[in-house]
């Protein structure tokens, strides 16, 4: 007999979550009696004890596994234990735990004033199936093993539709992009930019400071070395990015480093780039509600805008675009800081079939040597990869149209330039004219981050400043005029990192001195004496005296060493002809 009829209700619903059987600890007749069953093994203990003791997750993380266990698990398990015997959490528990998180159903110990349930979608409720079957596995894991096996093996889960997992991505085209753009309050415009054009994540973007603004290869660059995070009281603090791969260096176009660097002018090196209209970071939901909707409602009124993207969708769609310019997906990868390609490939796999065209052409020039070169390879500046390999003999099944073409009259992209202004920068001594001030800065600011550990080396060591200001970078200069030989650089020139080799050998072909050790440095377009783009080269000189010297250059450093040895060869077999014909004698 129950005094009221909510509590014979409750009672009924235990009774029902244990499987049509008597509740724990409850004795016909007498009811509820004393529960022997040990506090620290009851569910909700150690469920949050668990959550407790979990390393490598943020704080927001640890919180939001918190509440799910409070909301979403206690209410039906929290009478219940980890370890096997009376009262112990069974699979037909979970089992029904699933079906009543999937319906909206109410928990048999939820507060009979609790607002209805919402229904969770299968996504979710595989979400939290996954947390609960981590905790009661740490209970069959346990050095003194809890339990013999784990309840939520073989729960039927709600089929996962692939449909749901589309919907929650919106992939903009560039023009509908553009009509947001446009839409977007000037205060947001640049922060809206700088996610459709590098993919950030809203922590990563938000975060990004003055310092940040680096040089790769002779491009701008962006440096992601930091994110916003929540710790466990839900306060936002600046921490270490998502993963380590999140941690990365990104190329930018000229227009967007311009603007960065612009937002950047007069701001303390730790100084957020973005922040909200009281000067404070971006909160997401603010910007949400206040720039991101508004546009989005602004777009589909002037331009008819169908798509309801979020903030987010902006990173989808620069990897989308990516894709469309046929960016391989390792580099996407790298781009999006995604720990594993399997994230890149199971998120955006399915735009791949509009490469089928590349895929093919890809295979038949594998294939096939005397076939074209696939124009997306051409494009992409890989083609050099096999430059210098022996052509392979192959038998073609028709005549062939194509014929090697002579480009040395092609013009470079520096034009002659006798009565316009120019800027020039003297790096390491050697003046390089540019036709616009940006370009010259942009090599003046690599050169001197290229030359910037060396220079601390030679201060350390106590030389003069003068000479160590030489060895950097020292204007852009503007001049009415080039009056020196040369051209104008219109463009950024190339660099790369090349390693060089040397060794000299006597007329006997002995050593003159040991071998220098192979040393490597950034060398660019204009320093024609030390720049090359290929693998490995190498020349000999006769010099005065007899002694012969061997030097090898390139950008891979074992394959530079093996031209040094392919060199010494050479100069060897030079040195006992030389040998031989002054002792009046054949070659032995």
Same mark, same amino acid.
């Given at each position: 007999?129950?005094?009221?009829?909510?509590?014979?209700?409750?009672?009924?619903?235990?009774?029902?979550?244990?499987?049509?059987?008597?509740?724990?600890?409850?004795?016909?007749? +007498?009811?509820?009696?004393?529960?022997?069953?040990?506090?620290?093994?009851?569910?909700?203990?150690?469920?949050?004890?668990?959550?407790?003791?979990?390393?490598?997750?943020?704080?927001?993380?640890?919180?939001?596994?918190?509440?799910?266990?409070?909301?979403?698990?206690?209410?039906?398990?929290?009478?219940?234990?980890?370890?096997?015997?009376?009262?112990?959490?069974?699979?037909?528990?979970?089992?029904?735990?699933?079906?009543?998180?999937?319906?909206?159903?109410?928990?048999?110990?939820?507060?009979?004033?609790?607002?209805?349930?919402?229904?969770?979608?299968?996504?979710?409720? +595989?979400?939290?199936?996954?947390?609960?079957?981590?905790?009661?596995?740490?209970?069959?894991?346990?050095? $003194?093993?809890?339990?013999? @096996?784990?309840?939520?093996?073989?729960?039927?889960?709600?089929?996962?539709?692939?449909?749901?997992?589309?919907?929650?991505?919106?992939?903009?085209? !560039?023009?509908?992009?553009?009509?947001?753009?446009?839409?977007?309050?000037?205060?947001?415009?640049?922060?809206?930019?700088?996610?459709?054009?590098?993919?950030? =994540?809203?922590?990563?973007?938000?975060?990004?400071?003055?310092?940040?603004?680096? &040089?790769?290869?002779?491009?701008?660059?962006?440096?992601?070395?930091?994110?916003?995070?929540?710790?466990?009281?839900?306060?936002?603090?600046?921490?270490?990015?998502?993963?380590?791969?999140?941690? =990365?260096?990104?190329?930018? $176009?000229?227009?967007?480093?311009?603007?960065?660097?612009?937002?950047?002018?007069?701001?303390?090196?730790?100084?957020?780039?973005?922040?909200?209209?009281?000067?404070?970071?971006?909160?997401?939901?603010?910007?949400?509600?206040? !720039?991101?909707?508004?546009?989005?409602?602004?777009?589909?009124?002037?331009?008819?805008?169908?798509?309801?993207? &979020?903030?987010?969708?902006?990173?989808?769609?620069?990897?989308?675009?990516?894709?469309?310019?046929?960016?391989?997906?390792?580099?996407?990868?790298?781009?999006?800081?995604?720990?594993?390609?399997?994230?890149?490939?199971?998120?955006?796999?399915?735009?791949?079939?509009?490469?089928?065209?590349?895929?093919?052409?890809?295979?038949?020039?594998?294939?096939?040597?005397?076939?074209?070169?696939?124009?997306?390879?051409?494009?992409?500046?890989?083609?050099?990869?096999?430059?210098?390999?022996?052509?392979?003999?192959?038998?073609?099944?028709?005549?062939?149209?194509?014929?090697?073409?002579?480009?040395?009259?092609?013009?470079?992209?520096?034009?002659?330039?006798?009565?316009?202004?120019?800027?020039?920068?003297?790096?390491?001594? !050697?003046?390089?004219?540019?036709?616009?001030?940006?370009?010259?800065?942009?090599?003046?600011?690599?050169?001197?981050?290229?030359?910037?550990?060396?220079?601390?080396?030679?201060?350390?060591?106590?030389?003069?400043?003068?000479?160590?200001?030489?060895?950097?970078?020292?204007?852009?200069?503007? =001049?009415?005029?080039?009056?020196?030989?040369?051209?104008?650089?219109?463009?950024?020139?190339? &660099?790369?990192?090349?390693?060089?080799?040397?060794?000299?050998?006597?007329?006997?072909? @002995?050593?003159?001195?040991?071998?220098?050790?192979?040393?490597?440095?950034?060398?660019?377009?204009?320093?024609?004496?030390?720049?090359?783009?290929?693998?490995?080269?190498?020349?000999?000189?006769?010099?005065?005296?007899?002694?012969?010297?061997?030097?090898?250059?390139?950008?891979?450093?074992?394959?530079?060493?093996?031209?040094?040895?392919?060199?010494?060869?050479?100069?060897?077999?030079?040195?006992?002809?030389?040998?031989?014909?002054?002792?009046?004698?054949?070659?032995?």
């Amino acid at each position: 007999m129950f005094d009221d009829l909510p509590s014979a209700e409750k009672f009924r619903d235990l009774v029902k979550l244990h499987g049509e059987q008597w509740p724990p600890g409850w004795t016909r007749g +007498h009811g509820f009696v004393a529960d022997r069953r040990r506090k620290e093994t009851m569910f909700e203990p150690f469920a949050l004890a668990y959550v407790d003791r979990l390393t490598g997750i943020q704080g927001d993380t640890r919180a939001k596994y918190k509440k799910d266990i409070l909301v979403n698990m206690s209410p039906w398990f929290a009478s219940y234990s980890v370890e096997d015997g009376d009262g112990s959490i069974l699979r037909s528990m979970v089992q029904d735990w699933v079906n009543d998180l999937e319906a909206g159903r109410p928990a048999p110990l939820d507060p009979h004033d609790r607002p209805p349930r919402t229904a969770y979608k299968p996504k979710t409720i +595989h979400n939290k199936h996954g947390l609960l079957s981590a905790i009661m596995q740490s209970a069959v894991d346990a050095e $003194t093993s809890l339990r013999a @096996s784990n309840p939520c093996a073989k729960t039927r889960l709600p089929r996962l539709d692939s449909a749901e997992d589309d919907e929650e991505i919106v992939f903009l085209e !560039r023009e509908e992009w553009a009509w947001i753009y446009e839409c977007l309050a000037e205060d947001a415009k640049d922060l809206g930019e700088t996610i459709a054009e590098t993919g950030f =994540r809203w922590g990563e973007v938000t975060a990004l400071q003055p310092r940040d603004l680096r &040089r790769r290869n002779g491009r701008p660059a962006v440096r992601v070395q930091r994110a916003w995070k929540k710790d466990e009281n839900g306060k936002s603090v600046l921490g270490a990015p998502k993963t380590r791969k999140s941690r =990365r260096t990104l190329v930018i $176009t000229y227009k967007l480093d311009r603007m960065l660097r612009r937002r950047a002018k007069g701001k303390a090196q730790d100084d957020l780039l973005f922040t909200g209209p009281e000067g404070n970071k971006w909160d997401p939901g603010t910007f949400r509600r206040l !720039r991101w909707v508004p546009a989005l409602e602004l777009a589909a009124e002037k331009y008819g805008l169908i798509k309801r993207p &979020r903030i987010h969708d902006l990173r989808h769609s620069h990897a989308s675009w990516l894709i469309a310019a046929k960016v391989p997906l390792p580099a996407i990868q790298r781009r999006l800081g995604h720990e594993s390609i399997t994230t890149t490939v199971d998120t955006y796999g399915h735009l791949l079939d509009a490469l089928d065209d590349e895929v093919v052409a890809a295979v038949e020039w594998a294939m096939n040597p005397a076939a074209p070169l696939p124009g997306f390879l051409e494009q992409s500046g890989l083609a050099s990869a096999t430059a210098g390999l022996p052509q392979v003999p192959h038998q073609a099944s028709g005549l062939h149209d194509m014929t090697w073409k002579d480009v040395s009259d092609v013009p470079k992209d520096t034009v002659e330039r006798k009565d316009e202004s120019v800027f020039v920068v003297t790096l390491g001594g !050697r003046e390089v004219p540019f036709s616009d001030r940006q370009l010259a800065q942009d090599v003046a600011d690599q050169w001197n981050d290229d030359h910037r550990e060396g220079n601390k080396v030679m201060r350390e060591e106590g030389w003069p400043e003068e000479k160590v200001a030489r060895r950097g970078a020292l204007g852009p200069e503007q =001049r009415d005029r080039w009056t020196d030989g040369g051209s104008v650089w219109t463009r950024m020139p190339e &660099r790369h990192f090349v390693y060089c080799a040397l060794a000299s050998y006597e007329p006997d072909g @002995s050593l003159s001195y040991e071998p220098l050790a192979t040393t490597g440095r950034w060398t660019w377009e204009f320093e024609y004496d030390g720049f090359t783009t290929r693998a490995a080269e190498f020349r000999i000189e006769h010099r005065p005296g007899g002694n012969t010297e061997t030097q090898a250059r390139g950008t891979n450093r074992s394959a530079v060493s093996r031209a040094l040895e392919e060199a010494r060869r050479e100069a060897l077999a030079v040195c006992v002809r030389r040998t031989d014909a002054d002792f009046g004698s054949a070659p032995k």
